[in-house]
Nanobody, 126 residues
Framework: QVQLVESGGGLVQAGGSLRLSCAAS????????MGWFRQPSGEEREFVAA????????YYADSVEGRFTISRDNAENTVALQMNSLKPEDTAVYYC???????????????????WGQGTQVTVSS
């Protein structure tokens, strides 16, 4: 099992930036990738970004492409999400997650993620 702890959320004005971090412990290398999801209040959880542990290949939702950057530090077992040009519609609870070793549906599908952090609130004011 993997333990995940997010940090870095907060309140920011539209156009501003935030950096989220996720510290992973446990069987981190058994997973294929790490991802970030978000859940706006009253809405479904949605994929934001993912990165593979081995090659560092990145995946992004269309809504954040070009504004958000996911990165990883294998030595420190951390994953970060740099969020720039934030918009009010980016307001949500952001979750860090770790996939199972083999994916059946792809990195953007929450059902392929075994372990989740507790979430961190990001609020973007207009």
């Amino acid at each position: 099992q993997v333990q995940l702890v997010e940090s870095g959320g907060g309140l920011v004005q539209a156009g501003g930036s935030l950096r989220l971090s996720c510290a992973a412990s446990g069987r981190t290398f058994s997973g294929y990738a790490m991802g970030w999801f978000r859940q706006p209040s009253g809405e479904e959880r949605e994929f934001v970004a993912a990165i593979t542990w081995s090659t560092g290949r990145r995946y992004y939702a269309d809504s954040v492409e070009g504004r958000f950057t996911i990165s990883r530090d294998n030595a420190e077992n951390t994953v970060a999400l740099q969020m720039n040009s934030l918009k009010p519609e980016d307001t949500a609870v952001y979750y860090c997650a770790a996939t199972r070793p083999i994916l059946y549906r792809g990195v953007s599908d929450a059902r392929d993620y075994n372990d989740w952090g507790q979430g961190t609130q990001v609020t973007v004011s207009s």
